[in-house]
Every structure is written in C-alpha cells, then in structure tokens.
C-alpha cells in the first residue's frame, strides 16, 4: 500500500515540472523573431473589412453601363420576341463567341460592349426571321474568366474573376502581398498592349477607385519586388504584420501607418520609437503623434511600436523591443529579458530615454511606463568591430615582426 502514495508523489512532480515548462514565455513585446522575417517569404494582407463587399459575386457596386461592359463567351443575355407569339430565350454566349438563337441562327457578339451587340442581335433577328417583331434583350449574368498574376504575391499564377472584380479582390484571391511587394507601382498590361501604372496605397488610404481597377480577359498584372537595400523599412511590436515593408520616397510616418497596418489594441501609438543609422552611428528617435504627418521615413529605418506603457530594450541587445512593464524591475532586468548583451554592446554609458522627455545615464533610477533603454556599442568593438583579442594581438605581432625584420 506504501508504493501508491509514492507513485502519486513521482506524478505530481512530473506535471509540476511539465507545468512550469509550459509557462514559461517570451515577455518580449516586438522583435525580429516574432515577426514575419522569421518565416520569409510570407504574406501582407489587406485589411479584410475592406473586402467584405466582394465576397458576394452577384453584389454590384453600382449598374453595368450598356456602353462599357464588352461581351465574351460566357455571359448570358436574355432575349425577347414579342409578335403573335411571345418567345423568350435564356442564352449563353459559346467559347466562339456566339449566340444561337432558335429558328434564327447564330450571331457573334464576343468583344462588342452591351449596347451594341443588342443592336446587332436585334437588327439579325428582325432580317432573318421575324420582320415585324419587337425584340428585347438583357444581360442576365455575367462570365468568370481567368487572369494572370505574376511577382511579389503568396500565390502567382491564374485567378478566376469577373469583369466587375477589382484589384483588392484580386490581391486577397492571391493570398496576399509578399513582404517586398512594391505596392506603389504595380503594372497592368491590357490585351490590347496598352501599359498602366497603379499605386495601390493611394486606394488603401484615400479609396480612390482609379487605383483599383477592373479587369478584362487577357490582361496581366505585374507586381514587382522592391529592394531590401535600398528602399525597405522594418516593422515590429504591437502590429499584426509585421516585418519588412517597401516604402515609398518621402512616404512619411503618417502614411506608411494608414496603410493596410493592423495594429493591436493594446499598441502605444504616443511613443513610436525609430531606430535609424546615420553615418554608420546608430541612432533612436521617439516620435509623438503630432510629429507623424511630418517624420519621413529613410531606407533602413526599424519601426517600434509598443504595447500600451511598456518599455522599450534598443541597441546592442539579443532581442531588441518592447517589454511589458514591471514595477520595481532595474534596467539590467530588461536586458536580461531582451536576451542580455551581444558581443560588441556594453553596460557603460547605457541610455535612459524617460517618458517625461529627459535623459540619463542613471541605471540605478526608478524606471517608468515608456522609458526607452538603449544599451551602446562597445569602445573596442567600435575600433576592432568583430575582431577577437586573439585576432588583434595576432595583427599586432606580424606588424612587429615585419618591423624587426625590416631593421635586420
């Protein structure tokens, strides 16, 4: 009887250590391992709302115009022959671009716009068969057909639309942006060889219909890859998509924010941290909201968003971010919980942005919600960069044999 009591205690201990596994967890708020980098490629979606109203195929946004919708094979026109006898004929155009109407014939209409072709049916009815007839004829659905999408999307390739779809929904069949999407100069090359060019932001933030257009059969759609070097910023903390973004020349903050960026409820929108290097020296600039309208955004620039009151851990630390607030927590707290130091940071002359606008080199003083930590390089990381000791004392030595060989 002695060995149950034995085994439940050998249990318990095991789910307790199973137990205090499991809780354990990243207290990081925004950094490059939880972003999208980690995964790459990946997707940038646009914001779902935007769509909800193409997820219908029937829902219009407004009414087809007879002088610009053009015919193709597919759509269904209904037509009406009114005389002795009343005929009506539900009938689909063929894939030659036909229709075939009974006891009249056939009649081609592929690429006419509505108007048209009613015209031309009705004027083929009248000489063929029925002189004194009154026809009617009415589009009654319209086709699906398919159009090619090529470059910086999750899935490239052919996308079943309708002449009424536009571009967002053609980008949302296509699972979405990749993170270096150029989504300020996407190309369209029409059937006819006639090239456009659209800057889908300008859509994402005014709305502006032209640059989301509609499509026909044939047409191609080019979205193109930006380049990591020279035109990409990186976005991390309280967002759902974060990771790398192309951005446009002089976009500013404010711009780049109103795009499809979907930012958590909980993120602090009255302290974005920018870290940017100028001159080979890095630097953090906090940014308040009355300031995003007016800060452009450089290439290279890191976008720090973080949650509501927490503190922010930059510089020469594992894990750069924010961190949820703890009273009491020192400034050496925070960097251990960012990872501690990389090889060419140092504890000297740490900086202490504080959210009441001062600044300090005091790591002994009590921390606030917002303060920002910045953890420097290295005196002799900035002289030797990635050099070990051993390798700078190996310089040394060949720089003096050299010399008392040249003596010799």
Known sequence: MKKIPLLFIIINIILGYARAQ??????????????????????????????NRYTIMATLEEAISPDQYILGPGDELGISIIMGENLTFPLKITPTGDIFIPSVGL?????????IARKK?????????????NVNIA????????????????????????????LDKIIKESKGFLPLAIEYDISIIRKNG???????????????????????????????????????????GRVKNRGYDIIEEG???????????????????????????????????????????????????????????GIMVNGFVQKPGAYSFFPGYSTFNYISMAGGLTSAGSTKK????????????????ELKR??????????????????????????????YMTYLSSQS
Do not use: Y
């Not at 049916?121 to 007839?133: D, G």
């Not at 976009?251 to 009255?270: A, G, H, K, V």
């Not at 080979?280 to 890191?302: T, Y």
């Not at 420097?376 to 050099?387: Q, Y």
């Open 22 to 51: 499991g809780s354990q967890s990243d207290m990081r708020i925004g950094a490059m391992n939880n972003s999208r980098v980690q995964n790459f490629p990946t997707t940038k979606t646009i914001n779902e709302n935007d769509l």
């Open 107 to 115: 009649v081609n209409v592929s690429g006419l716009t509505l108007n």
């Open 121 to 133: 049916v009705k004027s083929f009815i009248i000489e063929k068969a029925f002189p004194s007839a």
């Open 139 to 166: 589009l009654l659905n319209i086709r699906k057909f398919q159009i090619q999408v090529v470059g910086a999307v999750k899935k490239p390739g052919f996308i079943e639309i309708s002449a009424l779809d536009r």
């Open 194 to 236: 006639k090239k456009e060019k659209i800057n889908f932001l300008n859509f994402i933030r005014n709305g502006d219909l032209e640059q989301n257009p509609t499509f026909l059969e044939g047409d191609i759609i080019k979205i193109p890859f930006g380049d990591l070097s020279s035109n990409s910023v990186t976005l991390r």
């Open 251 to 309: 976009e500013t903050l404010s711009q780049f924010l109103n795009r499809s960026i979907i930012i958590d409820n909980d993120s602090d929108l009255n302290n974005v941290i920018i870290s940017r290097k100028i001159e080979k020296k890095n630097q953090v600039i906090s940014i308040k909201p009355n300031e995003f309208s007016a800060f452009i955004l450089f290439n290279g620039d890191i976008i720090d968003i973080a949650r509501e009151d």
């Open 350 to 365: 740490i900086i202490i942005l504080h959210s009441d606008g001062s600044i300090s080199n005091n790591t002994e003083k």
């Open 370 to 399: 917002g303060d920002v930590i910045i953890v420097p390089r290295s005196t002799i990381n900035s002289l030797a960069g990635d050099m070990s000791i051993l390798q700078i004392f190996a310089s040394i030595l060949t720089i």
